[in-house]
């Protein structure tokens, strides 16, 4: 195992014992509206000073990007290259609700390429680790995205935006599609979860757009290194920059990228 995932996976189960212990006493959680419908609570910042502390300790010449606390540039000259992208709870909404789904996000870019990924979640006791050309793993086994190759048997993953509201009839258009295409679609919220679900075949593709780097870099490592293929809208690898992303197995990507593409307005086309 690459020394760089041991210190990921080491600073994701530091960060999970915080939030499985505020779990216990959500009643007397301090919670923050960042803007509407985008929560911040304490238990996020605690979580993110513990991860970054993690891996400062082992790499301090490395960049962060943070949910929480934003860039962070590297530390010591011409190391610049390297970055962490970490997402200390994704799915903060769902734990605020008790809602036992909500993740912990962590990956280690070299430039715009992903290395190293973490997706851990905390209530299921499941993690989540991918090394670029080393395949991905769930709790140490293996694995591999679902064999499905036709969309109308597949079962999808999706997210509704719930911030900005500027394009929620094309939301609503594919949606309605995709219902009548697809053996059905689910919306759990927490898209670094849902993108470890199609890597380990749980889902059979999955759809979000409006996301942060956070929310994908983890989560779309694992599923190129499960088997399967990540895209923007148009088919191309600027998810991370654009924050649109869908992903599902080889054939099943195909088929659920062209739904899509037909139903995205000229505007978003060109």
Known sequence: MHPALNIAIKAALRAGK???RASND???LKVETKQPNDFVTEVDRKAEATIINTLHEA???YG?????SGATAAKGAGSGEYRWIIDPLDG???FIHGLPQYAISIALAKGSSVEQAVVFDP???ELFTASRGAGAFLNERRIRVSRRTK???SLLGTGFPYRMFDHIDTYLAIFKELTRKSAGQRRPGAASLDLAYVACGRYDGFWEFGLAPWDMAAGALLISEAGGLVSDMRGEATYMTSGNIIAGTPKV???LLKVIQEQLPDSVKA
């Open 18 to 20: 915080i939030i499985n």
């Open 26 to 28: 959500l009643d007397l």
């Open 59 to 61: 790499y301090p010449q």
């Open 64 to 68: 962060i990007l943070a949910e929480e």
């Open 92 to 94: 903060t909404t769902n």
């Open 123 to 125: 209530c299921r006791n």
């Open 151 to 153: 969309l109308q048997d």
């Open 253 to 255: 990507f195909a088929q």
